[in-house]
């Protein structure tokens, strides 16, 4: 990682720093953290995706996307689809041809949790280099990483190919430079977390909000520091403000724009049928009968999920505040105010009913109170406080390092036991709790247990084997592949499939006859995210007039979609009715 | 010309005689040591041959395949503008990761021993800015070093009476030498340098333009520098800036671009191993190594970035001095195109003087030199005459879409040019603001993002140029042999022109230093 490398050089610049190693042995620290993370979550990932079939829907569909815009019948850019952020597809597409060598990588989506692996290490280093630059002394500081590289969330969201990886890289990514600027106010720090920012915007829409938020702390901080006279330093606040929030305007603005120009709206998520806003809309109740509500009670909800991912979060950060205030250090404001930012803002629309309310939408929380612990074990910034500590006997040192180990430990590591019990509870951690715990039970000989989403997709892939043994020609086969995207990756051919994103697709769901499409794909239960059975909605049921039934795939375990498919009759050639059932 | 009984300055006396071969050694000088780096023949048979081989090509193709060659084309021109945007990051990044620019204290500088210090010539072309003349001699009075062993050389032109008269009247210290260069063509800046340099005393030679401020200190700076960097240090370039940075909207950009370029660009530029294109002023030489690469080339209108150019391809070292030398921005539009448009024109030149020998420009240079400089050089007038049209057709692409655009951008040619019309352009345009915060211009923050409106004035500029180049080669040759009266003619006006623009700003504004 690059990181390691920037991170030795600024520690170097620190004079009398009290943990002062040589170059090498630092790298070699960071390279550590990231491979052995990285090892821990790709033997987890191989696990939850090959053992026990535990393939998430929204890991995968991330794969498809970036599948469509090489493999569809009409391959482009624009494939990768405008309702979510495209940088976890992107990234991915450069090694889809490796699917050749190891087919699973697109067919399981195990590209995904390679990449949230990945960036889960990454987001771990940077942890690492955060702490480092804090001067704090290699125990603690270890200690610290490791419980943040075990923590029962960042296993499974490092293992399970969820974007959750990306956030967190992207933000500890803005969090490292933009502590450098607090002690050191170089503008290339900004730009660096500028573009940390800008990055994460396109990894996940949260990222917006810590941008924003970023961009207003360095205005303020920097116009309190600068010693000019009072119009220069007005400037010189409004150009760190833009450096830092310019890369983050810049993502939101082309991103936009790429959907006007494209899809003819610039923010899908909010407008598309397949967009957050319509699928929270359609499971309203649900999710009210979880969270007890909007307002009030959406936030108890979130101040729940807070303390169980880091019960010493609240407490740490008002001892935090306190000292930093006494110090009169802005130092942790560049932890709290992205990081904080993103948590507040899922609070927010959680409680203004736009939200699922996930567990992991609190993440941030984990790498936040991590960073807190790490500032108050610190010695304080500034010459004296490091003076008197190199000067204290080694014993005592010793046990220092020690006792700020031993109380990074407790502090942190209670949180890894209280996320892990909370993936029992089936109300404060839905997702956590539906794909963990039967994977638990089963690991550990629990008895048996409901398969709950095991192998929930398995029968998806039996659809595709069950078309490929079929001799069709491309574009012969209709499916909206915002459910029924599994298909599609997991079938060897996948220009046979007429799919959403292809520029033909409305015109085929509009009159599927003249488009010489053979077989429609359709499942029961769609809600919003079926553009086929919004148009015909008795479809699946009787076929709709124009449509023979073939074969109903019933879910092989009875915990996943049933689907059915459906031959289209040329209704104006022959009258033959084609009505079946 | 008699004025009140003072000294007759004619340039037809038989006295001048020995100054007429001594300026025809000067014009020639460059001949005698590297006739195959001059400009004086623009085009060598080698570059007119492949220039009309692809020509004829592009014509062919052009009648034959129209779609086809236009894709070519585009393919192209779209790599080469990835290829300088990923190049100018790289360069940013490399000027971020260390400061190559030789740093010497004030008082490291006044430390060293007057006895020390090395003879200092300092060249100051001046032509027809009588006006000029007090302010240049407040200037160079204000220079920290030892008068006996300073040799400064005001190069005048002998007809250009006014200025002569106005240097007499303000009775320069007896270390300003007033050189009367001869009048002859081609009558440019780099030829009276030559000139001035064929008497030169000093160990180290410098330039500075009339109406440059140097900041006093720069020349010990630099003769510490050069000590300090040994002998193989052949140039040392010290940043320039401008007095009048805040008169006007055009100065302001110019700003911003000036402090871009010397602060952030220049030292990725050094560290990069590629050739450092001098800039106008402000660059300081060792004598013997300027004279060995045989001086300025008196038939390039950018002689100082072709020089910066040769020295690299000799492998001498070209570093950077942290010392600012204040000039006067060009404040009016069309002055400004006209500068502009002699930038890009000299900078083609130069381009295609170094080009004539391609394989021995990679072996002179190496890969990093040689990229570095066909990117700087050659692509920075190209893709600014590109921008005319890829900005067009990207207007027109957006506002009528029409299918004919479709057939000429196959997918991947589209997504890198779309990458690097919005990616690379929002990147230059970010560039731009982290500049004017590292600069101090931080109150031109809102003019850096009004930057693009500026490129369009380079782009009207680039074009200019081009067309100058392209109507009127043979404009270069002709003056050579002396035998085109109006081409002779045209090239005075041409200079008149550039030296005007120095003067197109009333004096009141020089004034406005103080404030700034």
């Known amino acids: 990682m690059m990181t390691a490398e920037t991170v030795s050089v600024v520690e170097v610049e620190h004079e009398e720093n009290p943990v002062a190693q040589p170059r090498r042995r630092r790298i070699t620290e960071a390279r550590a953290v990231f491979t052995l993370s990285l090892a821990?979550?790709?033997?987890?990932?191989?696990?939850?995706?090959?053992?026990?079939?535990?393939?998430?829907?929204?890991?995968?569909?991330?794969?498809?996307?970036?599948?469509?815009?090489?493999?569809?019948?009409?391959?482009?850019?624009a494939a990768v689809g405008f309702v979510w952020t495209p940088l976890p597809s992107l990234v991915m597409a450069p090694f889809l041809p490796l699917k050749a060598l190891w087919p699973a990588l697109v067919s399981r989506g195990f590209l995904a949790n390679i990449e949230s692996a990945l960036f889960m290490a990454g987001a771990a280093t940077l942890l690492r280099g955060i702490l480092a630059d804090l001067g704090l002394s290699r125990a603690p500081r270890l200690t610290l990483v490791m419980v943040f590289v075990l923590n029962p969330m960042s296993l499974y969201y490092g293992a399970n190919g969820m974007s959750e990886a990306l956030l967190l890289f992207f933000l500890l990514a803005a969090v490292l430079p933009l502590a450098r600027w607090m002690r050191q106010p170089s503008p290339r720090h900004l730009v660096a977390a500028g573009v940390a920012l800008g990055l994460g915007y396109l990894a996940r829409y949260e990222a917006v909000v810590a941008g924003l938020a970023v961009a207003v702390l360095v205005g303020v901080v920097s116009f309190f520091r600068a010693r000019y006279d009072s119009r220069d330093r007005r400037y010189v606040a409004t150009a760190d403000a833009a450096l830092v929030g310019v890369p983050v305007a810049l993502s939101f603005g082309l991103w936009a724009l790429a959907s006007w120009l494209i899809v003819g709206h610039p923010f899908d998520t909010f407008n598309s049928r397949y967009g957050n806003t319509a699928q929270v809309s359609a499971s309203r109740q649900g999710i009210q009968n979880v969270v007890g509500g909007t307002g009030g009670a959406a936030l108890e909800y979130v101040a729940h999920q807070v303390f169980v991912l880091a019960p010493a979060l609240i407490l740490v950060l008002v001892v935090a505040l306190v000292v930093a205030l006494r110090r009169r250090d802005p130092w942790i404001a560049a932890a709290i105010v992205p990081l904080g930012g993103v948590m507040a803002f899922q609070a927010a629309t959680l409680a203004a009913a736009g939200s699922f309310g996930w567990l992991r939408f609190q993440i941030t929380a984990i790498p936040l109170t991590a960073v807190l612990v790490g500032y108050l074990l610190a010695p304080a910034w500034g010459r004296s406080s490091r003076r008197a500590m190199l000067a204290a006997p080694p014993v005592r040192r010793r046990l220092l390092a020690a006792g700020s180990a031993l109380t990074a430990l407790v502090v942190t590591g209670a949180g890894s036991a209280t996320a892990f019990a909370a993936f029992g509870d089936s109300t404060l951690a839905r997702e956590e709790y539906t794909h963990i715990t039967p994977v638990v039970h089963q690991a550990w000989g629990w008895g048996p247990s409901r398969r709950l989403t095991l192998g929930d997709l398995d029968g998806e892939r039996r659809i595709a084997e069950y078309l490929d043994r079929r001799a069709l020609g491309d574009g012969t086969v209709l499916v909206d592949v915002a459910l029924g995207f599994p298909i599609v990756l997991a079938s060897a051919h996948p220009k046979r499939f007429v799919i959403t994103p292809d520029r033909d697709f409305p015109d085929a769901v509009t009159d599927p006859v003249g488009a010489h499409i053979g077989y429609i794909l359709i499942s029961r239960d769609t809600g919003t995210m079926d553009a086929i059975s919004a148009k015909y909605p008795s479809l699946y049921d009787t076929g709709a007039g124009f449509a023979r039934l073939v074969r109903q795939f019933p879910s092989p375990h009875g915990n996943g979609r049933t689907?059915?498919?459906?031959?289209?009759?040329?209704?104006?050639?022959?009258h033959l009715g084609g009505v079946t059932q | 010309m008699i004025e009140r009984g003072r000294r007759r300055y004619s340039s037809h006396g038989p006295a001048d005689r020995p100054e007429v071969a001594r300026v025809q050694a000067s014009i020639l000088s460059l001949e005698m040591k590297h006739p195959e780096l001059s400009a004086r023949k623009l085009l060598s048979r080698g570059t007119r041959t492949t220039l009309i081989v692809l020509l004829a090509a592009l014509i062919a193709g052009l009648v034959f395949a129209p779609i086809g060659t236009l894709v070519v084309l585009l393919a192209i021109v779209t790599s080469v503008y990835l290829a300088t945007m990923l190049y100018k990051l790289w360069l940013y990044y490399e000027s971020g990761r260390g400061d190559p620019v030789f740093r010497v204290s004030d008082d490291e500088a006044r430390a060293v021993d007057d006895a020390m210090l090395p003879v200092y010539t300092v060249l100051v072309p001046v032509f027809r800015e009588p006006e000029s003349v007090g302010q240049l001699l407040t200037a160079l009075e204000a220079l920290e070093y030892p008068r006996d062993r300073l040799d400064v050389k005001l190069l005048l032109e002998a007809d250009d009476v006014p200025t002569l008269l106005a240097t007499e009247d303000a009775h320069p210290g007896h270390y300003v030498e007033v050189v009367e260069v001869p009048p002859a063509t081609p009558r440019t800046k780099p030829k009276a340098l030559d000139y001035g340099l064929l008497g030169a005393r000093g160990e180290l030679v410098t330039i500075f333009d009339a109406e440059d401020i140097p900041e006093p200190l720069q020349l010990r700076r630099a003769a510490v520098a050069f000590d300090r960097a040994g002998p193989s240090m052949a140039c040392l370039q010290a940043r320039l800036g401008f007095y009048n940075s805040r008169q006007n909207l055009i100065t302001r950009w110019f700003t911003l671009e000036y402090a871009m370029w010397f602060r952030d660009f220049l030292p990725g530029i050094v560290r990069a191993g590629a050739p450092v294109p001098l800039g106008g002023t402000s660059n300081h030489f060792r004598r013997g190594a300027l004279i060995a690469a045989g001086g300025w080339d008196a038939f390039n209108v950018t002689e100082d970035a072709d020089l910066g150019v040769r020295l690299a391809r000799l492998g001498q070292s070209v570093g950077l001095l942290d010392s600012e030398t204040q000039e006067e921005a060009t404040s009016d539009f069309l002055n400004w195109v006209k500068q502009r448009s002699r930038w890009y024109k000299g900078y083609l030149q130069t381009w295609l003087v170094h080009l004539r020998k391609p394989r021995k420009l990679w072996r002179d240079l190496?890969?990093?030199?040689?990229?570095?400089?066909?990117?700087?050089?050659?692509?920075?007038?190209?893709?600014?005459?590109?921008?005319?049209?890829?900005?067009?057709?990207?207007?027109?692409?957006?506002?009528?879409?029409?299918?004919?655009?479709?057939?000429?951008?196959?997918?991947?040619?589209?997504?890198?040019?779309?990458?690097?019309?919005?990616?690379?352009?929002?990147?230059?345009?970010?560039?731009?603001?982290?500049?004017?915060?590292?600069?101090?211009?931080?109150?031109?923050?809102?003019?850096?993002?009004?930057?693009?409106?500026?490129?369009?004035?380079?782009?009207?500029?680039?074009?200019?140029?081009?067309?100058?180049?392209?109507?009127?080669?043979?404009?270069?040759?002709?003056?050579?042999?002396?035998?085109?009266?109006?081409?002779?003619?045209d090239l005075t006006r041409t200079e008149i022109d550039l030296r005007e623009e120095a003067d197109s700003v009333p004096g009141p504004d020089r004034l406005g230093r103080a404030s700034t």
Not at chain 2, 407 to 427: E, K, T
């Open chain 1, 40 to 77: 821990v979550y790709l033997v987890l990932a191989w696990l939850f995706v090959f053992r026990y079939d535990s393939v998430l829907g929204d890991a995968l569909s991330r794969v498809a996307n970036a599948y469509y815009m090489v493999y569809s019948r009409d391959p482009k850019l």
């Open chain 2, 366 to 489: 190496g890969p990093k030199g040689f990229v570095g400089f066909n990117l700087l050089v050659g692509g920075t007038p190209l893709l600014a005459v590109c921008n005319v049209f890829t900005w067009t057709l990207t207007l027109v692409w957006l506002v009528l879409r029409p299918g004919w655009v479709d057939q000429l951008f196959p997918a991947w040619i589209y997504y890198v040019g779309l990458f690097c019309f919005v990616v690379g352009n929002s990147i230059v345009i970010y560039l731009g603001l982290l500049s004017a915060r590292l600069d101090g211009n931080h109150d031109l923050l809102l003019y850096a993002l009004f930057m693009p409106i500026y490129w369009l004035m380079m782009a009207l500029a680039a074009f200019k140029g081009a067309l100058q180049l392209a109507l009127a080669p043979s404009f270069w040759e002709k003056t050579v042999h002396g035998m085109a009266p109006e081409s002779i003619i």
């Open chain 1, 563 to 574: 689907w059915r498919l459906y031959r289209v009759m040329d209704v104006r050639s022959n």
